[in-house]
């Protein structure tokens, strides 16, 4: 069983900054790709950006260019999200998510294997 565990989600002003952190525990072996997904109240969990370790390299939903950046460590099973000139509109509650293999699309989420539960991000306006 594979776990993982995010954090550095909190309240932060618009215009602000936050870093997520996710760490796998548990039975685990290198994965494919991660990814991060975001679900605000009322809405549809949408993907936000993910990394592939076997130089695949990084993609982000077109909302987060440019503000967004995700990085991490295969070894580690870790991944990071920063998150820069936040938005009230980036507040939800953001997941982690890992996947074993090269199959299914990285922006759809049934393509992952593995998920997180979940850490609140609010921005005040």
């Known amino acids: 069983q594979v776990q993982l565990v995010e954090s550095g989600g909190g309240l932060v002003q618009a215009g602000g900054s936050l870093r997520l952190s996710c760490a796998a525990a548990?039975?685990?072996?290198?994965?494919?790709?991660m990814a991060w997904f975001r679900q605000a109240p009322g809405k549809e969990r949408e993907f936000v950006a993910s990394?592939?370790?076997?130089?695949?390299?990084?993609r982000y939903a077109d909302s987060v260019k440019g503000r967004f950046t995700i990085s991490g460590d295969n070894a580690k099973n870790t991944v990071y999200l920063q998150m820069n000139s936040l938005k009230p509109e980036d507040a939800a509650v953001y997941y982690c998510?890992?996947?074993?293999?090269?199959?299914?699309?990285?922006?759809?989420?049934?393509?992952?294997?593995?998920w997180g539960q979940g850490t609140q991000v609010t921005v005040s306006s």
């Open positions: 548990g039975r685990t072996r290198s994965s494919y790709s």
């Open positions: 990394i592939t370790w076997s130089g695949g390299g990084a």
């Open positions: 998510a890992a996947k074993i293999s090269g199959l299914g699309w990285e922006t759809i989420e049934k393509s992952y294997n593995y």
